[in-house]
């Protein structure tokens, strides 16, 4: 079984600092960690390959200095690992980061892949999705728990709000996952001493040959205009009087937004 | 250090944060072995970290395993020293003495974590004077029978595999002493009482008592009358490991009142704005860096020397001493806090005492370097 687990590294602040140019995100700078859904995303990848036995393939996008992440995917056990990477591929949204990543897929060929929901920079919880659309392949979103694997499909739970479905799969699909789906293990020292040992496969787009207008920013249908944070104001109205005129205030007050 | 020790670095910090530094106090002040904090480490392979892959080990160099001691000692000085007995004092006679069956049968299981290592020298009167040995290994058809007792035996009770010196010959002083490798199931092997201490208090400490046991020729360590050597090798590889737990105290020390004299606030201000707060954390952070110096050369000397005693004995000399000051120090900056168990630094002075004590003592460590000096 080949398993692959889209991961993204992203900075580990609220504090961002965004480009006034383009609206996106300035990483360099600023401490990188794993989009911690992603962690349950690999974990649940290490578990089926010490259960059923699989080959796991690490695939991640973004700048060079996303290798040093892809490092500790091999000190946890991951047997390889792809950096896409190029200049024009930078400022994606999520339209063209999912045709890049389905590009470099293709060429692995998986049973499954896993993906986190949603990464805590961008939040749009879209990219997964995305991918397995372009692949053509069934996805279950939010995964919380893996319940069955077998060598042509697998079980899983997905949860919602207020309750959980346990679904059927076959091979290949691709499941995004909860954070709350499992607990990464920590690296591992054998495998950490040997990570450097190992090669980082650089895809760039002259391994795609993808199209300039379907990646990077040009490629992007979304353009962020301005990211900024909401100044909360708040009316102040003072009601002065009892109980009985507060309660009838604030019902009044509230009426209209209760149909 | 190089990007891998960085990487190994990582490991250890988030082992640390998340296994270790949640559960230091407690077992300090309940006297509790971490045995799950043990099978964590066997899952995160380090057991075995300086030795070979072909022995069940990790591959990696002295630097890579002393980090390893330094990052669990910054939370919890219990855990550093458990894996510093286990790696130092355990595993490596095998290592480097071992037969070939003897590395297959002790030293893999040891490297993987299936077994846990202890070492036994001191006996009640011989700590330093090592040749002062009582227990004796007499031969008999095809067997060596052991008789005598150890003290302070770090490990000792949860420990599988046990290196003991035993003398074969009482004649001959130092020349009689024998290394021998022992499993805890062996009959007339007993565990004595289980010491209180002052600090690592989460570590065991017992007495190990040996009422003719019967040790096959093939578990003897190297030669008869090579066990003062063995010992004193061993030991010396074991002063880097004690040197790297000093250094992670220190550390931990500073760490911790780094972030408490930000946050304390006297006369309207908080105290890290007070020269006398500056110039002390100033001083500790100076020690401490001097400290990982010696400690990482140490490191580096074992795997690039024959002889490293001095530089083994001076980072161990350096960094306990070290250890201690900056502890001391750090209680004295948190003022009435600092004295109470609600705080971790008395638990860290408290710790440090003991890495001027064993695996040689401050006094054997400048013995150690001024014989080198006036050599």
Known sequence: MKI????????????????????TLIRTGVDSIMNPDDTSALEAALKIKQSNGAEVIVITMGPPQAANMLRECYGRGVDHAIL??????????????????????????????????????????????????RLNIPQITYVSKIVEVTSDSIVVKKHYEDFDETLKVSFPCLLTTLEQLDHLRFMNVTSAWQAFDKPIETVNN?????????IGLKGSPTQVRKTFTRPVSSEVKLIHGGSDEAVKAILSTLAPYIQ | MNEKHLLLKKLYQQFTAEIVRPIAGYIDEEEVFPVET???????????????????????????????????????????????AHTSLGAHPIYAYGTEEQKQKYLVPLNKGEKLGAFALTEP????????????????DGYYEITGSKIFITNAGYADIYIIFAMTDITKGTKGI??????????????????????????????????????????????????????????????????????????????????????????????????????????????????????YKAANAKDTQKNFSTEAAMAKLFASET???????????????GYTREYPVERMMRDAKITEIYEGTSEVQRMVISASVLR
Do not use: H
Request: with cysteine; hydrophobic share 45%; net charge neutral.
């Open chain 2, 178 to 295: 024998t290394a021998f490798i022992l499993e805890k199931d062996m009959p007339g092997f007993t565990i004595g009482k289980k010491e209180k201490k002052l600090g690592i208090r989460g570590s065991s400490t017992c007495e190990l008592m040996f009422d003719r046991v019967k040790v096959p020729v093939e578990n003897r360590l190297g030669a008869e009358g090579k066990g003062f050597g063995i010992a004193m090798t061993t030991l010396d590889g074991g002063r880097i490991g004690i040197a790297a737990q000093a250094l992670g105290i220190a550390q931990g020390a500073l760490d911790e009142v780094v972030a408490y004299t930000k946050s304390r606030k006297q006369f309207n201000r908080s105290i890290s704005q007070f020269q006398n707060t500056q110039f002390k954390l100033a001083d500790m952070a100076t020690q401490i860096e001097a400290a990982r110096c010696l400690v």
């Open chain 2, 125 to 140: 009167n011989a700590g330093t004077d090592a040749a002062g040995q009582k227990t004796t290994a007499i031969l008999k």
């Open chain 1, 4 to 23: 692959v687990v889209l991961m993204k590294q992203v900075p580990n602040t609220t504090e961002m600092l965004i480009d006034k140019e383009t609206g």
């Open chain 1, 206 to 214: 002259q391994v795609l040959m993808l199209d300039a207008k379907d």
């Open chain 1, 84 to 133: 896409i990477s190029d200049p024009a591929f930078a400022g994606a949204d999520t339209w063209a980061t999912s045709n890049t990543l389905a590009a470099a897929i293709k060429r692995v060929q998986p049973d499954l892949i896993f993906a986190g929901r949603q990464a805590i920079d961008g939040d749009t919880a879209q990219v997964g999705p995305q991918v397995a659309e």
């Open chain 2, 323 to 337: 250890a201690m000051n900056v502890t001391t120090m750090a209680v004295q900056l948190y003022g009435g806090y």
């Open chain 2, 38 to 84: 043990v099978k964590e480490m066997v899952n995160a392979q380090m057991m075995g970290i300086p030795y070979p892959v072909k022995y069940g080990g990790s591959g990696a160099d002295t630097l890579a395993y002393v980090l390893a001691v330094e990052e669990l000692s910054k939370a919890c000085a219990t855990t550093g020293v458990i894996l510093s």
